[in-house]
Structure formats: structure tokens, C-alpha cells
């Protein structure tokens, strides 16, 4: 069975739940021996953009994206080196969800896909205040905050993170990313929230905060 | 144009919302739309609005007793003027924010008593969970289940018992306080009746 196919088969243990069918095709892609980084592009990749297209289209529910993006974490998990093998050279990022947002999948599916891609992630989880963000990011040198939020009530939450980036004269040297579903289904909520750019997917992540990181005049 | 409020509620709070009514708390019509159209946002979007643009016509006063279920729920509160319920959702409107956050920072899976009668439906049917897949989902994600006891209908002790074995969470049952979920009620009336004005000014 080719990468396609399996992406395919992959793409459908998403949709029907089956969290060890889909762990079986990502275990028989590695043990054919398929290097892990062509699972994660060729097989997980695929499969999620075309989830995020159905999440966008709104043709699954909030519970069926819930165990699909499980099954897209558990893959990465099984694909991408272990902590300590792995090379932390793009610097270091701060994510968390923003104040009230308690939904945690999308952003520790980033926080994965980022530290498989050199990120040093500090990820300081759900219901995070403003505050806490821009004092992490100057703490650790973080060139990114990358803020997720599920709906556009919490959305609207990391305003204050842009009005304090800016009172504090961060705006050139912290950028902010945005991201969750909401982002996806109305893009201007972005430049709303006061956003510097979004992925619509943890796959883009790496490339936005690259993007970012360099807007900031950093290598 | 009716003077009363219309409420057009999720009907996963239908007894909650009868129960204020009884007691004199609320007035005007309730309306209900089924709680399983969650499941399909949406379906969930095209029946508010449907309801909303119908409404329109007859009623000044409409409040929306939704969270923010859907990604254009918020618009529809925009376009038709109306209240809505400040809140990200119905467990959110019953227990209010501060108790919501501990709950959530407890790692609570939040059972209403509407939805506690149909979670083998939901569980299995429309999410296509088994056992197995359940108890990895729930455990790696929450701590406890937290049956939010409204005190109008029995405690469905043996749905809950089967519910947390299914999916290995133990269980208990909170108390919760109408008055919560009335102070929003009131809130959402009140910017219903200011967009009103504002429309009558227009």
C-alpha cells in the first residue's frame, strides 16, 4: 500500500473513532520502514488538512474533531524523535490557550508538531491571562506567542495580549500567532484579535512561526 | 409585534427553563430546539436562524439561550439585534464563570441532567466511541464526572453509574442554583430590550 493509501485509510480511522486502527497503519508504515518524518508528511499530514477542511466545512461535530485530532496527536507521537533526541536550534516559543478557552487538543497538536520541528515550546496550557504570556515570552527569549482559542466568545480574549505586546513596545520583537477552529472558519477575526498571522493546521504551524521569527529579525 | 420575550432555547435546558417560568422568575414563550443538533453544526446554525428570521416578525424581544455553539451563532445575535446569553456554553450558564474555571481546572466532564439520559446515544451512536476508546479519551483528558443537579428531575443515579463505567471516571453529583442561570437570563433580556430601543430609535 502506497503513502496515499494509507493516508486515506489513516483519514478514515479518524472520522470513525477507531484510535488502535489507526495506530496499526501508522505501526506497519514504520515497520515497512518508512522513515518517520515521511510518515508524518506523506501519511498524518494529508489526512489532517483534509480533517481541517471538514471542520471548516462544518460537516463534523465538535466531539467527532475531538477524537480525530487525538488520533492525529497519538500518530505524531509515535513518529517524532524522543525529547531528548531531538535538535531545539529554531528557539524558543511560547503557546498556550487564552484566558476562559479550556480546549487543548489544537494546541498541544502545535506544541508537538513544533518541537518535532526544532522549537524549544513552552507550553503553559489552558485558561492562560495575557499577563502570564508576554511575561513567559520575555522570560525565556521567546520570538513567537502562538495563542489558541476554540470559539470567537474566547477568541476575542487575545486582544489583551496584543494591547499589552504593544503598550509594552514588544510589537517588533514578540510576534503573535493565532489559531483554532474559529480562525479557520472566519479568517478576519485574525487582524480582529490583532493577530500577526494564523495556520490553519498544527502541519503549517512551523512555517508561520518561521515566518514570524524572521519579522522579528531573527535567523 | 408581541411585547413578551421570546426565549429560543437549547432544549438540553428545557426543564431548567420551565422551572423559572413556574416559579415567576421569567416570563414570555419559550422555545426549543432539539440538543442533539450539536452534533451537526450546521443544521444547529440553519435551525436558529430559520427560527430567529421567523420570529422577527412577531416578537421585539428575543433572547438567544445559546453558548457559543456554532462559528456563526454570534452573527445571527448581531444581525437579528437580539440578547443573547453571555456565556461559552450551557454548563457555563448553570454554574456561572468562577465555578466553571475550578471545575475545568479540576479536569470535570460537566454532565447536564438532559444530556445524562442520552449519553449511551451520544457516546456510542453519534460519536462512535467504544468502551476502550472512551477510557483512553476521557482519562487522558479529565478527572472526574460532575453531574450538575438542578434539583428539578431525580439523579439519574444508574445512568451515571453506567456512564462512568464506560468510561472509568468516577462520578459525584453538584448542586446548582437556578438563580445562576437567571442572572444571565436577565442580563441577555436586558441587551435584548436595548437593541430594541436602538432599533425603535433608528
Given at each position: 500500500m502506497n503513502a496515499a493509501e494509507l493516508s486515506n485509510k489513516l483519514f478514515a480511522t479518524m472520522i470513525e473513532a477507531d484510535r488502535s486502527g489507526a495506530a496499526r497503519i501508522v505501526e506497519e508504515a514504520l515497520s515497512d520502514g518508512m522513515p518517520p518524518q515521511q510518515v508524518i508528511a506523506e501519511i498524518l499530514d494529508p489526512a489532517i488538512v483534509r480533517l481541517g477542511k471538514q471542520w471548516e466545512e462544518q460537516t463534523m461535530s465538535l466531539a467527532q474533531n475531538y477524537v480525530a485530532s487525538k488520533i492525529a496527536e497519538d500518530t505524531l507521537l509515535r513518529c517524532i524523535p524522543k525529547k531528548d533526541e531531538r535538535?531545539?536550534?529554531k528557539g524558543a516559543v511560547v503557546i498556550g490557550n487564552i484566558?476562559?478557552?479550556?480546549?487543548?487538543l489544537g494546541r498541544r497538536s502545535v506544541g508537538l508538531f513544533l518541537e518535532a520541528a526544532g522549537w524549544e515550546v513552552h507550553d503553559l496550557g489552558n485558561d492562560i491571562p495575557a499577563e502570564q504570556f508576554v511575561e513567559k515570552a520575555q522570560e525565556v527569549g521567546a520570538s513567537v506567542i502562538g495563542v489558541s482559542a476554540m470559539m470567537q466568545t474566547t477568541a476575542l480574549n487575545i486582544r489583551k495580549v496584543r494591547e499589552l505586546l504593544d503598550q509594552r513596545h514588544l510589537n517588533g520583537s514578540i510576534k503573535l500567532a493565532v489559531g483554532g477552529a474559529v480562525f479557520n472558519w472566519r479568517p478576519e477575526l485574525v487582524a480582529e484579535v490583532g493577530g500577526d498571522g494564523t495556520a490553519h493546521n498544527a502541519v503549517g504551524a512551523d512555517e508561520l512561526f518561521l515566518r514570524l521569527r524572521s519579522e522579528t529579525g531573527g535567523r | 409585534m408581541s411585547c413578551g420575550t421570546v426565549w429560543l432555547c437549547c432544549g438540553v435546558l428545557r426543564n431548567e427553563m420551565e422551572e423559572l417560568v413556574r416559579r415567576g422568575k421569567i416570563g414570555g414563550e419559550l422555545l426549543f430546539l432539539d440538543s442533539m443538533l450539536h452534533m451537526d453544526p450546521l443544521k444547529l446554525e440553519e435551525r436558529v436562524a430559520a427560527a430567529l428570521e421567523r420570529l422577527c416578525e412577531t416578537s421585539d424581544t428575543i433572547v438567544l439561550v445559546y453558548g457559543?455553539?456554532?462559528?456563526?451563532l454570534l452573527d445571527l445575535v448581531r444581525k437579528y439585534r437580539i440578547g443573547r446569553v453571555p456565556v461559552i456554553n450551557c454548563a457555563q450558564l448553570l454554574v456561572g464563570r468562577a465555578r466553571y474555571r475550578r471545575l475545568m481546572q479540576e479536569g470535570a466532564f460537566l454532565v447536564l441532567p438532559e444530556w445524562a439520559l442520552r449519553w449511551e446515544q451520544i457516546m456510542k451512536?453519534?460519536?462512535?466511541?467504544n468502551r476502550s476508546v472512551a477510557q483512553d479519551l476521557m482519562g487522558e483528558h479529565r478527572g472526574v464526572l460532575v453531574y450538575l443537579d438542578t434539583?428539578?428531575?431525580?439523579?439519574?443515579q444508574r445512568q451515571l453509574q453506567a456512564f462512568s463505567s464506560y468510561t472509568g471516571l468516577p462520578w459525584r453529583v453538584e448542586a446548582v442554583d437556578l438563580d445562576v442561570m437567571l442572572e444571565s437570563l436577565l442580563a441577555a433580556r436586558a441587551e435584548s430590550l436595548t437593541e430594541n430601543s436602538a432599533r425603535e430609535q433608528i
Open positions: 535538535s531545539l536550534n484566558e476562559d478557552d479550556f480546549h487543548s | 457559543d455553539c456554532g462559528a456563526h451512536s453519534e460519536l462512535g466511541l434539583g428539578i428531575v431525580q439523579v439519574p
